[in-house]
T-cell receptor, first 115, second 113 residues
Framework: GAVVSQHPSRVICKSGTSVKIECRSLDFQATTMFWYRQFPKKSLMLMATSNEGSKATYEQGVEKDKFLINHASLTLSTLTVTSAHPEDSSFYIC???????????FGQGTRLTVV | DQQVKQNSPSLSVQEGRISILNCDYTNSMFDYFLWYKKYPAEGPTFLISISSIKDKNEDGRFTVFLNKSAKHLSLHIVPSQPGDSAVYFCAASAEGTASKLTFGTGTRLQVTL
């Protein structure tokens, strides 16, 4: 399958700071990427759809000003958690839609801890 | 509102036997379904998918069955191997593709020797 790389895998930041998470499709072009969040012992929840060259589409209840998404190229989408709070601590995972749209390939995930 | 449910949080199966993981959904708009395998602190790995126009899809040791009338799908792994031990998530989309997935809560499979 295709490779999606997510960086960093783990980050600890102070309350009030911003953190940027990168998601790259390494061997294919991804016009559409997705950002998910997983709470402890819960399922993955879709946060937003990231479209190359246009604004992201956010799911209901997700603050777009807090979770900034940029998809500036066909291989890179970034998620910036702004003014992070401890309740933003979570596991964030990106995925990229395969070229035939029948598969979504996931990154390794980022464990964010806000202290 | 959990639209995709995996009612068994865990399952233990002996090596060589069949593992059957179940998934139920409530949203009749879902038309594409996928199974993923996940290890701790890693992203999900795609296993197999099925479109709502089919009722079965097979790939090696993995077979997915879809019963649309019951809004139920299952993943069969046969024969089960110790390396199959992981958390399995079913996911569904209403886009006819792997877009905007709604995930189940996962089933932890343990394959014992």
């Amino acid at each position: 399958g295709a490779v999606v790389s997510q960086h960093p895998s783990r980050v600890i930041c102070k309350s009030g700071t911003s953190v940027k998470i990168e998601c790259r499709s390494l061997d294919f072009q991804a016009t559409t990427m997705f950002w998910y969040r997983q709470f402890p012992k819960k399922s993955l929840m879709l946060m937003a759809t990231s479209n190359e060259g246009s604004k992201a589409t956010y799911e209901q209840g997700v603050e777009k000003d807090k979770f900034l998404i940029n998809h500036a190229s066909l291989t890179l989408s970034t998620l910036t958690v702004t003014s992070a709070h401890p309740e933003d601590s979570s596991f964030y995972i990106c995925s990229a839609l395969g070229q035939q749209n029948t598969e979504a390939f996931f990154g390794q995930g980022t464990r964010l801890t806000v202290v | 509102d959990q639209q995709v449910k995996q009612n068994s949080p865990s399952l233990s199966v002996q090596e060589g036997r069949i593992s059957i993981l179940n998934c139920d959904y409530t949203n009749s708009m879902f038309d594409y379904f996928l199974w993923y395998k996940k290890y701790p602190a890693e992203g999900p790995t795609f296993l197999i998918s099925i479109s709502s126009i089919k009722d079965k899809n097979e790939d090696g040791r993995f077979t997915v069955f879809l019963n649309k009338s019951a809004k139920h799908l299952s993943l069969h792994i046969v024969p089960s191997q110790p390396g199959d031990s992981a958390v399995y998530f079913c996911a569904a989309s209403a886009e006819g593709t792997a877009s905007k997935l709604t995930f189940g809560t996962g089933t932890r499979l343990q394959v014992t020797l």
